[in-house]
């Protein structure tokens, strides 16, 4: 029979050993139920962080493509403004070559406008001096022309009525004549008849006489000699009557011919007066024709000077309009510049934007890799006693290393939320 000490030694060491297997049983169990609850605790931070990394690249992806949206965008308008400044420096050089062209042409027309304006000066103030010369002239003429037209008026009344009274008397006297011829042609019948019937009367009385003659001879011989001498004296003073009737219209005759030889001659005489007049009244009439034909072109050169004018304010007016559209385009230039300045800014910040947001992922990525390396390296390094002391002395080391990485990515993961929520509320 052993001892008794000893079996209560043996007793004590193997209820020793059964405590202290149990400990380590219980501590064994708890290590490895802190180990199985780390690695849930670590595997849904892994998840976590993946998640965030997949959202991050998510976010990446999108600003990405925004960056290469805002590129194209950028190109398209780098081309555009390209194209624009071309077309507007083109457009701006057309407009300034036109509008030089323009002025030149201004002033040109300005100087032939000045000159043509001198010119048109000097001629109308030379016209206006020789028209009122001519018209002080003509005037002067005309007056004098009106006294000897009135006189000729009246001279013409007069001749006129000289003519009236001449072609009266000349039918008058060409009547009287023609009564005249008529008379003396019935008085020569007349007389020849006269002379005929007195011859044969004479004759006839000679006879008688020469019978009673010869009867009275026997009677009585004077009283037949008076009766004939007093027959013969009756009828020489017939005979002296008719002469002097002759006479009488010949001297009327002779009378009525010298008043036309006077009329004639007061016709040779008027006549180079009213021809000379005639001439002077056309040649005035000439002249007043030269004066309203020099009018009328002073009035088509004025014509043409205000059509000069008015072309001149054309020309004025289409510069200031010029003029006005190249400020237009100059400030459509100024625009497209802001607006170009603005876009390269925009783009300046949106790279900027995207270098941040590279950096960013770059942290991230290393902050997911670190972690992940941490973890790797927390699984691997399993410590060989299981004891709880050990178990929780390596989590604790876990998670300082992962407090550590995470304290490193706070700056970057903080911004990065934070732009995160303003992209969702934005």
């Not at 555009?80 to 030089?100: F, G, H, N, P």
């Not at 009018?295 to 088509?300: D, H």
């Amino acid at each position: 029979m052993p001892p008794k000490g000893k079996v209560n030694k043996d007793l004590t060491e193997k209820t020793g050993k059964t405590k202290s297997e149990r400990v380590n049983s219980r501590e064994r169990n708890a290590g490895d139920s802190l180990a199985e609850f780390s690695r849930e605790y670590y595997n849904m931070q892994i998840r976590d962080l993946e998640h965030q990394l997949g959202k991050y690249k998510q976010k990446y992806d999108e600003l990405e493509v925004q960056q290469k949206d805002f590129s194209n965008q950028y190109s398209t308008l780098e081309r555009e403004k390209k194209d624009i400044v071309l077309y507007l420096k083109k457009t701006l050089t057309q407009r300034e070559d036109d509008l030089s062209d323009l002025s030149e042409q201004l002033l040109r027309l300005q100087q032939a406008k000045e000159a043509e304006k001198e010119s048109f000066e000097k001629q109308l103030a030379q016209l206006r001096q020789d028209f009122q010369e001519n018209k002080d002239q003509l005037t002067s003429e005309n007056m004098v022309l009106v006294g000897k037209l009135a006189s000729l008026e009246e001279f013409r009344v007069q001749k006129d009525e000289l003519m009236e009274r001449l072609v009266a008397q000349e039918e008058q006297l060409e009547k009287q004549r023609k009564e005249h011829q008529l008379v003396i042609q019935n008085l020569e019948r007349k007389n020849v008849l006269d002379n005929d019937k007195l011859k044969k009367e004479m004759q006839q009385h000679i006879v008688t006489m020469a019978a009673e003659l010869r009867l009275v001879t026997e009677r009585k011989m004077p009283d037949t000699t008076m009766r004939a001498i007093r027959e013969n004296l009756s009828v020489t003073t017939q005979l002296c009557k008719l002469s002097e009737k002759t006479q009488e219209l010949i001297e009327e005759n002779k009378v009525l011919r010298e008043r036309e030889e006077q009329l004639k001659r007061e016709m040779a005489v008027l006549k180079p007066l009213l021809k000379d007049n005639t001439k002077r009244n056309l040649s005035n009439h000439k002249v007043l024709h030269q004066l309203t034909m020099q009018c009328n072109e002073q009035c088509i050169k004025l014509k043409e000077y205000e059509n000069s004018q008015t072309q001149f304010s054309r020309l004025q007016e289409d510069h200031n309009m010029l003029q006005q559209d190249v400020k237009g385009l100059r400030q459509e230039i100024a625009l497209l510049r802001e607006e170009l300045e603005q876009n390269n800014t925009e783009a300046e910040k949106l790279t900027k934007d995207l270098e941040r947001e590279k950096d960013r992922r770059g942290k991230l990525e290393k902050v997911q890799q670190e972690v992940a390396k941490a973890m790797k390296q927390a699984l691997k390094e399993v410590p060989k006693e299981n004891t709880a002391t050990t178990i929780l002395s390596h989590r604790n080391q876990l998670m300082w290393n992962l407090l550590i990485v995470l304290d490193n990515a706070k700056p970057c993961l903080t911004e990065f939320i934070k732009e995160t929520q303003e992209y969702k509320t934005g």
